[in-house]
């Protein structure tokens, strides 16, 4: 999911799913089930992302479902950009 907020300014939550989903089964998103992306709306609504915005990587709007990188978010980026180099070795 931290991929995916790469250069984002602001994302919706669903449009986060769908992405997450598509990443993990390596598709497009024309293709998604629409169970596994309601799977991961939940998750990321009730999990992943109050947890990241409590550690100040993201601010979350739940009711909006409005997801921003916080400028703490720059911190990991490094450590995303290496782990993505090593996973495409």
Do not use: W
Request: glycine share 4%; aromatic share 4%; hydrophobic share 40%.
């Amino acid at each position: 999911m931290l991929y995916e907020l790469r250069g984002e300014s602001r994302i919706e939550m669903e449009a986060l799913a769908e992405r997450v989903v598509a990443r993990e089964a390596d598709a497009d998103d024309t293709r998604l089930p629409e169970e596994r992306v309601n799977r991961a709306v939940v998750a990321l609504h009730h999990r992943t992302l109050p947890s990241l915005d409590d550690a100040g990587l993201v601010e979350f709007d739940a009711r909006q479902g409005d997801v921003v990188p916080s400028q703490d978010f720059a911190s990991v980026e490094k450590y995303l950009e290496l782990a993505e180099r090593d996973d495409r070795e």
